[in-house]
């Protein structure tokens, strides 16, 4: 089975940038999970987006020409922020996995994947 | 299909069999088809059908001897004709549109709940009610039923559907809600634990998801206990049986849980005391009022024996201290000779625990018994958050009163007749508005 997890935080929360303290030890964290992530073969994807500010939304109205704004699809408080594609025995496994993400601050939602078109 | 030898019993107790058949076992069945089979819709649908055969085929052939055992044949018999014809149909869709369902994970032969249709049909061959394997089915579906995943009101309505046997509609007229809603609540969460994957599986961390069983069942028996429907309605003393049921099953299978022990003991001496808190006119009747002769000695006594068993273990928690107060109350032989001292420290210590303001206001309730109405209200005066219960206005209203301020403690009862919805209540805040006017 897999399962999407979204990870929602809060753009302005402060973390640190390249080369500043704290980042090769936030780094670590992260790179720790993925390792965790493969060596379990649980492992499908990843991605950690730019934030909402790069962000363009295309907007579909039936009978109306599709528009082109900046910005993300709504304005919250906390935004998509990045992904994990992940394979799970079954829901309580995916959310152990979920939990142990190193995200400082948000949240974290997980879906299970209906179909993907690129599975094996 | 053959079903296991019947021996006829008095048609008088066809009735009361059927209910027990749904009440006793079918969450036990349907918790074993559910592992066995590991797709909860299908031991659910095929529960339901053999409940149905019962009612059809009781009243001609009569009770059988062993009626858990009868349903555990029946409902599996017809798990695998569902399992049959299931695979049939996928059979002829794969034989008519070959290339529309190759690669399909949904129509190939192994369906979502993994194993083909054979070796789950074998799968369900050994199956026994009894024994210790039943009981943590059991425990595996009450756990799933209350699954962090599911929202509350879901977790209720299947713990009470699927491991205690109550109809759709019985909950949804013990909760005042259309059975429609309910029964698509159901469906929703249903759709949920099969599609999201929701495991029938006994977690790492066992307490933490205990935790959640006992807080439905906390609500089950609230609801049951304080309802908001009325009084004269039997379905609210069945609500908190029920919820008393499922209690106890829970401390049957899980003993080794302290606070199981404390909120079956804390459940059966609010039930025991139960018998005196409503009066003849319907009207509900203050503690302190309470004719305790109408208390159900027995049931305190049994209260007293799980409450003593729970407490030994040294693992305090919230429902304990709950049941320790209650006992206070319960074993006490008059208002004046309850230990309100010793009730302050114990709320207090639940405060501490639970951080509720509903469990700082009895504390402050306690403490204006113990040392008098002006401590109380210093503590009442302290509580934020509670402006829209009832009950904090309703104790405001009592200590303004015996301090000596009718015209005050009028509209706090005014204020918290406002606020409650339950007939009994609003009786008696009636009561207590008309007293304040005598003072004034």
Redesign the interface.
């Known amino acids: 089975m897999e399962y999407m997890i979204l990870l929602h935080s809060d753009e302005t929360y402060p973390t640190p940038a390249p080369g500043a303290p704290g980042f090769d030890e936030m780094m670590a964290g992260w790179l720790a999970y993925n390792q965790q992530l493969i060596d379990g073969g649980h492992w499908i994807a990843a991605a950690n987006l730019q934030p909402t500010l790069t962000a363009t939304t295309i907007r579909r109205t039936p009978g109306a020409a599709p528009s082109v704004t900046d910005g993300p699809y709504v304005e919250t408080k906390e935004q998509l922020g990045g992904f994990y594609l992940i394979k799970a025995t079954d829901l309580d496994e995916a959310l152990a996995l979920a939990e142990a993400i190193p995200l400082p601050v948000g949240s974290i939602e997980v879906r299970p994947v209906s179909f993907r078109p690129d599975a094996s | 299909m053959t079903l296991p030898p019947v021996a006829g019993r008095r048609p008088a107790d066809l009735q009361a069999a059927l209910i027990e058949l749904a009440r006793e076992h079918s969450g036990r069945v349907l918790a074993l088809l559910a592992r066995q089979f590991n797709d909860l819709d299908l031991a659910d649908e095929s529960v339901q059908d053999g409940l149905l055969e019962a009612a059809r085929s009781w009243p001609r052939q009569g009770i059988p001897e062993n009626p858990a055992g009868w349903l555990m044949t029946v409902a599996r018999n017809k798990a695998v004709d569902r399992l049959r014809r299931a695979a049939s149909a996928r059979r002829r869709t794969l034989a008519a549109a070959p290339d529309l369902v190759a690669g399909s994970a949904v129509l190939d032969g192994s369906d979502s709940a993994g194993g083909t249709v054979d070796e789950r049909i074998a799968g369900g061959e050994q199956m026994q009610v009894g024994g210790r394997d039943g009981d943590e089915d059991q425990l595996r579906l009450m756990l799933l039923c209350c699954?962090p995943?599911l929202d509350r009101d879901s977790q209720v309505a299947l713990t009470l559907r699927l491991v205690g046997g109550l109809t759709t509609p019985e909950i949804a007229s013990a909760f005042l809600i259309p059975a429609a809603t309910l029964a698509q609540r159901i469906v929703r969460a249903k759709r949920k634990i099969r599609?999201?994957?929701?495991?029938l599986?006994i977690?790492d961390r066992l307490t933490e998801r205990v935790d959640a069983i006992l807080g439905v069942l906390y609500l089950i028996f609230n609801e049951g206990y304080l309802s908001r429907t009325d009084n004269a309605q039997i379905i609210r003393l069945d609500l908190a049986d029920q919820a008393i049921r499922l209690t106890q099953l829970l401390y049957r299978l899980l003993p080794e849980n302290s606070e199981t022990g404390g909120l079956l003991a804390l459940q059966v001496f609010h039930r025991a005391r139960l018998g005196g808190r409503v009066d003849s006119a319907g009207e509900l009747v203050l503690l302190a009022d309470q004719d305790r002769s109408l208390w159900d000695v027995r049931m305190i006594e049994q209260a007293n024996v799980i409450l003593a068993g729970a407490v030994q273990r040294m693992q305090p928690g919230p429902y304990q201290l709950q049941a320790i107060i209650a006992a206070q109350h319960a074993n006490a032989p008059s208002q004046e000779s309850t230990d309100w001292p010793a009730i302050a420290v114990l709320y207090q210590q639940l405060s501490a625990m639970t951080e509720s303001p509903v469990v700082a206001l009895n504390r402050a309730v306690a403490v204006a018994m113990a040392d008098g109405p002006l401590a109380g209200r210093a503590l009442l005066d302290q509580l934020t958050g509670l402006e829209r219960y009832h009950l904090f206005h309703a104790a405001r209203g009592e200590l303004q009163l015996q301090a000596g301020n009718p015209g005050a403690a009028r509209d706090c009862f005014t204020t918290a007749r406002a606020l409650t919805e339950n007939p009994a209540e609003r009786q008696h805040l009636d009561r207590r508005v008309a007293v304040c006017d005598r003072f004034r």
């Open positions: 699954h995943a599609d999201a994957r929701i495991p599986r977690p």
